[in-house]
């Protein structure tokens, strides 16, 4: 396989912040179709990693391509355009808006000629916001103010406002935290889903989540690439196991 099968390559990639470098020459392939989890301790670059691919942080060298296009010159506005999408770990809904509102006002805007806020066809902006609802769990609640949401409802409405864009490479760190055990079940059933029309990354510590969802799993460590590999392999892993696993 070449580079340019990769729906996202990353190659010796570094940030350093005042001399200290929280990315330290990565390199991570990302295959189409792929659910990818990152795993490894806290301070080992995995929320800085997933800033640099989304544009929120400045790569000081070193590349990211995204379909074979560059990133790191474009702003985090364009990479969004691109297919890009980020999952905080503090969800952004409109509390006082309805779930359905919150999933209309997502439709990307600006791709007619006469640019940003103006013709919207609006059968496709329903459709669209009916089929994200049925993928996330949320058709039955489209009138409800997204308030009174349970707290993985929250979650699983700011996954949908992403998916209302069809991003093509969706990016979540730790989506389960603060979730019941049906609620985690739940949200591995729709990364499940998700990822057979896109890439998707997930950063998460839940070994059993992890399990459940990966289909590769990347250790991450001291902004390096410790191990990759299968949760089998990586598990079993005596560097894993050491500084990260062990504990
Ligand atoms: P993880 O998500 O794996 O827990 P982070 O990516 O949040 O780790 O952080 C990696 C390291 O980079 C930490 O030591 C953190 O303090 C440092 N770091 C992250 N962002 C910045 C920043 N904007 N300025 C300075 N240091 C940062
Ligand atoms: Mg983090």
Same mark, same amino acid.
């Given at each position: 396989?070449?580079?340019?099968?990769?729906?996202?390559?990353?190659?010796?990639?570094?940030?350093?912040?005042?001399?200290?470098?929280?990315?330290?020459?990565?390199?991570?392939?990302?295959?189409?179709?792929?659910?990818?989890?990152?795993?490894? @301790?806290?301070?080992?670059?995995?929320?800085?990693?997933?800033?640099?691919?989304?544009?929120?942080?400045?790569?000081?060298?070193?590349?990211?391509?995204?379909?074979?296009?560059?990133?790191?010159?474009?702003?985090?506005?364009?990479?969004?355009?691109?297919?890009?999408?980020?999952?905080?770990?503090? @969800?952004?809904?409109?509390?006082?808006?309805?779930?359905?509102?919150?999933?209309?006002?997502?439709? @990307?805007?600006?791709?007619?000629?006469?640019?940003?806020?103006?013709?919207?066809?609006?059968?496709?902006?329903?459709?669209?916001?009916?089929?994200?609802?049925?993928?996330?769990?949320?058709?039955?609640?489209?009138?409800?103010?997204?308030?009174?949401?349970?707290?993985?409802?929250?979650?699983?409405?700011?996954?949908?406002?992403?998916?209302?864009?069809?991003?093509?490479?969706?990016?979540?760190?730790? @989506?389960?935290?603060?979730?019941?055990?049906?609620?985690?079940?739940?949200?591995?059933?729709?990364?499940?889903?998700?990822?057979?029309?896109?890439?998707?990354?997930?950063?998460?510590?839940?070994?059993?989540?992890?399990?459940?969802?990966?289909?590769?799993?990347?250790?991450?460590?001291?902004?390096?690439?410790?191990?990759?590999?299968?949760?089998?392999?990586?598990?079993?892993?005596?560097?894993?196991?050491?500084?990260?696993?062990?504990?």
């Amino acid at each position: 396989m070449s580079n340019t099968d990769f729906a996202l390559a990353v190659e010796d990639l570094t940030v350093s912040f005042d001399g200290f470098k929280a990315i330290d020459a990565l390199t991570l392939y990302i295959d189409r179709n792929e659910l990818r989890v990152i795993i490894g @301790p806290n301070g080992a670059g995995k929320t800085t990693l997933l800033d640099l691919i989304c544009g929120k942080t400045r790569a000081s060298s070193g590349s990211i391509k995204f379909k074979n296009e560059e990133m790191t010159v474009l702003d985090e506005h364009t990479r969004v355009r691109r297919g890009i999408g980020r999952k905080f770990q503090t @969800p952004s809904i409109y509390e006082n808006l309805s779930v359905f509102k919150n999933l209309e006002v997502s439709y @990307p805007s600006g791709r007619s000629v006469f640019g940003a806020l103006t013709f919207r066809c609006t059968d496709e902006v329903m459709a669209r916001v009916h089929a994200v609802a049925q993928e996330i769990g949320l058709a039955d609640a489209l009138q409800m103010e997204a308030g009174l949401l349970s707290h993985g409802q929250k979650q699983w409405l700011e996954i949908g406002m992403l998916l209302m864009q069809e991003p093509e490479l969706l990016m979540l760190d730790e @989506p389960i935290a603060g979730m019941s055990a049906r609620e985690r079940e739940l949200t591995a059933e729709l990364l499940q889903r998700i990822c057979k029309n896109r890439s998707v990354i997930v950063i998460e510590h839940d070994m059993e989540f992890v399990k459940r969802i990966a289909h590769k799993v990347t250790v991450m460590h001291q902004g390096k690439i410790l191990a990759e590999g299968s949760m089998e392999a990586v598990q079993s892993n005596p560097k894993v196991i050491d500084v990260y696993l062990g504990h």
